[in-house]
């Protein structure tokens, strides 16, 4: 089956400053990546995703980057800013089929002001 | 809009004991989830209900997990017995269409088996 590895576990960052998550997942098939962030207490939220006939898409502060060759997926949080702790999760679709996702273990990113 | 409402929050109960969840997802969306989330853990999907059918249950541990939408609008899982490793937080979460599209997560039960 997919399996998605999620790197760094922890991320802290100063206000201001750029964050970067980098996942890699293992099935070739695999064409939705979605990015998912889950403050304490509630559930996760999407931010932003990408399928694999688009290599690059950017909303605000967010970018996603896809390499299907290297099979790498990427989240890039730009000045960021204390409402972006949380922890982000990124997801592979099992295959060509969108609603069944493998999640990564998750990174928690810590904002310091 | 409502978003997907889930209850009881939080659950304490010994193993081998029972225990059911509800979730009701937002309205009008055909497809439910249900989601186990070990601490420390991604999601791990466990079931998929389009309106009152089943499509995925290929995770789920039948021998003592269940799982329902009579309606095809709010769903309950089940656990009976419950297991020491079953500690976890169970999320659910709705789309409206399957196949594609975003899914919208409820905040989820925390269960805790002593």
């Known amino acids: 089956g997919e399996n998605v590895e999620q790197h760094p576990s922890t991320l802290s960052v100063q206000e201001g400053d750029s964050a970067v998550i980098k996942c890699t997942y293992s099935d070739s098939a695999s064409n939705y990546f979605p990015w998912y962030k889950q403050e304490l207490g509630k559930g996760p939220q999407l931010i932003i995703d990408i399928r694999s006939n688009v290599g690059e898409k950017k909303d605000q502060r967010i970018a996603v980057t896809l390499n299907k060759t290297a099979k790498h997926f990427s989240l890039h949080i730009t000045e960021t800013q204390p409402e972006d702790s949380a922890v982000y999760f990124c997801?592979?679709?099992?295959?060509?089929?969108?609603?069944?996702?493998?999640f990564g273990a998750g990174t928690t990113v810590t904002v310091r002001a | 809009e409502a978003g997907v409402a889930q209850s009881p929050r939080y659950k304490i109960i010994e193993k081998r004991q029972s225990v059911a969840f509800w979730c009701n997802p937002i309205?009008?969306?055909?497809?439910l989830y249900w989601y186990q989330q070990i601490l420390g853990q991604g999601p791990k999907l466990l079931i998929q209900f389009q309106n009152n059918g089943v499509v995925d249950d290929s995770q789920l541990p039948k021998d003592r997990f269940s799982a329902e939408r009579l309606k095809g609008v709010d769903s309950t899982l089940k656990i009976q017995p419950a297991k020491l490793e079953d500690s976890a937080v169970y999320l659910c979460?709705?789309?409206?269409?399957?196949?594609?599209?975003?899914?919208?997560f409820g905040p989820g039960t925390r269960l805790t088996v002593l």
């Open positions: 309205s009008g969306h055909a497809t």
């Open positions: 997801a592979a679709s099992i295959g060509s089929n969108d609603y069944k996702l493998s």
């Open positions: 979460a709705s789309s409206s269409r399957v196949g594609a599209g975003e899914q919208f």
